[in-house]
């Protein structure tokens, strides 16, 4: 069960990184109705940063789909876990990476690498327990 949710995270990210589209010009926000300018021109909220403070373990995959424990030179994608998860999760997590991302182009990969990464947590925890995941967190309101 764990490799596969394991995966089903990877995926998602993965396709969340490739659908991605970069931000609007100043020229596209002029020609969007008005209602709409206003949330380009406004500043975002301010981010809330966690009010406990969680402990993350780091790895890094290669373009080769090994798993490092320091950052390689050259392209790589970073791994973080949650303290609370095992080391045997976190290795596998690193492999699944590795299986899937080995056969990219190189430029698909190091684009990859750019983005934030992957994140482990387990189910207790939720992807509420990244800080820029913070706003998804389950709040009172939601039971």
Request: aromatic share 6%; charged share 15%.
């Given at each position: 069960?764990?490799?596969?949710?394991?995966?089903?995270?990877v995926v998602c990210i993965l396709c969340e990184v490739q659908s991605i589209s970069p931000?609007?010009?100043d020229?596209?926000?002029?020609?969007?109705?008005?209602?709409?300018?206003?949330?380009f021109l406004l500043p975002s909220p301010p981010v809330q940063l966690h009010q406990t403070r969680v402990g993350f373990k780091h790895r890094?995959?290669?373009h080769s789909g090994r798993c490092h424990t320091s950052k390689p030179r050259?392209?790589?994608?970073?791994v973080d876990a949650t303290t609370t998860v095992s080391n045997l999760?976190?290795?596998?997590?690193?492999?699944?990476?590795?299986?899937?991302?080995?056969?990219m182009s190189s430029s698909i990969f190091c684009g990859l690498g750019k983005s934030h990464?992957?994140?482990?947590?387990?189910?207790s925890e939720g992807p509420?327990?990244?800080p820029e995941n913070y706003n998804l967190k389950d709040t009172p309101q939601c039971h």
């Amino acid at each position: 069960m764990v490799p596969f949710a394991v995966f089903a995270l990877v995926v998602c990210i993965l396709c969340e990184v490739q659908s991605i589209s970069p931000p609007l010009s100043d020229d596209e926000i002029s020609h969007l109705p008005p209602d709409l300018q206003l949330q380009f021109l406004l500043p975002s909220p301010p981010v809330q940063l966690h009010q406990t403070r969680v402990g993350f373990k780091h790895r890094w995959v290669d373009h080769s789909g090994r798993c490092h424990t320091s950052k390689p030179r050259g392209c790589s994608v970073a791994v973080d876990a949650t303290t609370t998860v095992s080391n045997l999760a976190l290795s596998k997590a690193c492999t699944i990476i590795g299986r899937m991302t080995r056969h990219m182009s190189s430029s698909i990969f190091c684009g990859l690498g750019k983005s934030h990464g992957v994140g482990i947590f387990v189910k207790s925890e939720g992807p509420g327990i990244y800080p820029e995941n913070y706003n998804l967190k389950d709040t009172p309101q939601c039971h």
